[in-house]
């Protein structure tokens, strides 16, 4: 008799915990950002911290500044700003937005 009320107090345990389980909705994931994600900077409109921030010395970062504005950002190594290793390792995180050109009428 004790048995047969253990076996039956494991299988309502068993039972119910399956009708939990299958009601709890899994949570929607959200997609984790890493902690050092690189910004990007348009090179027209970025300040000096922010191409310091990038990894580019201060130095370099006021002839960028200094020389603007830029049509590409293939034009900081056509205008000797970077070299070209310069340019290769932080050209990802860089963008030369034109400047808006607009008239009133």
Do not use: H
């Amino acid at each position: 008799m004790l048995r047969r009320n253990v076996i039956g107090i494991v299988a309502v345990a068993l039972f119910s915990t399956a009708a939990l389980a299958a009601q709890i909705k899994e949570m929607p994931r959200t997609p984790i950002k890493p902690i050092n994600e690189s910004k990007i900077v348009d090179i027209n409109t970025g300040t000096e911290s922010d191409f310091v921030n990038l990894g580019i010395d201060r130095a370099v970062a006021k002839k960028i500044v200094d020389g603007r504005p830029y049509r590409t950002k293939r034009d900081l190594v056509t205008r000797q700003v970077l070299t070209r290793d310069q340019y290769d390792k932080f050209k990802s995180s860089l963008v030369a937005k034109r400047p808006s050109t607009s008239k009133k009428g």
